[in-house]
C-alpha cells in the first residue's frame, strides 16, 4: 500500500504563493499519474491538477488555470503544486491522490492552505 504525505501547507496573503510537496512511498511512483483535489469547508472535493506518469501532460481545473502548476519528480517519488496569485477562494484541505489503474485508489491526509483576503 502507497504512502502519500502531503506537505508545504500555510496561511498566505491573497496574491502569495505556496508550494506543495507529496512524497510517497514505494518505488514505483514513476509509474502513475498523479493529481491533486481540494475541499473546502462546507463543499464537495473538487479535482485542481492532474500529471501524466510521465509528467509530459497536465490537466487544470479552469479556476486554477494559468496561477497553478503540477510537476512530479519521479527520481524523488514526489509531486508538487506550485500555486501563485492565491485567492481567497483557494482556501482548502488539498490532497494529493495517486492515479492507478481503476481510478484514484490512493490519498494523502491533506495539507491545509489558507488565504487571507
Known amino acids: 500500500q502507497v504512502q502519500l504525505v502531503e506537505s508545504g501547507g500555510g496561511l498566505v496573503q491573497a496574491g502569495g504563493s505556496l508550494r506543495l510537496s507529496c512524497a510517497t512511498s514505494?518505488?514505483?511512483?514513476?509509474?502513475?499519474?498523479m493529481g491533486w483535489f481540494r475541499q473546502a469547508p462546507g463543499k464537495e472535493r473538487e479535482f485542481v491538477a492532474a500529471i501524466t506518469w510521465s509528467g509530459g501532460s497536465t490537466n487544470y481545473a479552469d479556476s486554477v488555470k494559468g496561477r497553478f502548476t503540477i510537476s512530479k519528480d519521479n527520481a524523488k517519488s514526489t509531486l508538487y503544486l506550485q500555486m501563485n496569485n492565491l485567492k481567497h477562494e483557494d482556501t482548502a484541505l488539498y490532497y494529493c491522490?495517486?492515479?492507478?489503474?481503476?481510478?484514484?485508489?490512493?490519498w494523502g491526509q491533506g495539507t491545509q492552505v489558507t488565504v487571507s483576503s
Open positions: 514505494g518505488r514505483t511512483f514513476s509509474n502513475y499519474a
Open positions: 491522490v495517486r492515479d492507478g489503474a481503476y481510478g484514484y485508489d490512493s
